[in-house]
């Protein structure tokens, strides 16, 4: 059984920061893709931001420059730094990952929720 457990989330001030973990537990024999999304009330489930086993990042368009995605030395935990946050950034943030238990499979996490408001 696999498992992505996130935390972090959190209210927050326009222009504060804040630092989203993920941690993947279980049989787990490789991880390739690890990822974040995010949903806010009344939209769509969005892709964040992704980052490779080799470490090479990828963002969306609407975060780049203020978000960082980073994975733990164990490769088995997943971040997003989150600086200069605006209140469209308000959304449940979601762990995804690509993981080899018995098969390869995608997992997510239950969600972490982040207000940013004055």
């Known amino acids: 059984q696999v498992q992505l457990m996130e935390s972090g989330g959190d209210l927050v001030q326009p222009g504060g920061s804040l630092r989203l973990s993920c941690a993947a537990s279980?049989?787990?024999?490789?991880?390739?893709?690890m990822a974040w999304y995010r949903q806010a009330p009344g939209k769509q489930r969005e892709l964040v931001a992704t980052?490779?086993?080799?470490?090479?990042?990828n963002y969306a368009d609407s975060v780049k420059g203020r978000f960082t995605i980073s994975r733990g030395n164990a490769k088995n935990a997943v971040y997003l730094q989150m600086n200069s946050l605006k209140p469209d950034d308000t959304a449940v943030y979601y762990c995804?990952?690509?993981?080899?238990?018995?098969?390869?499979?995608?997992?997510w996490g239950q969600g972490t929720q982040v207000t940013v408001s004055s």
């Open positions: 279980g049989t787990i024999y490789s991880i390739d893709t």
């Open positions: 980052i490779n086993s080799g470490g090479t990042p």
């Open positions: 995804n990952a690509r993981i080899f238990s018995r098969f390869w499979d995608y997992y």
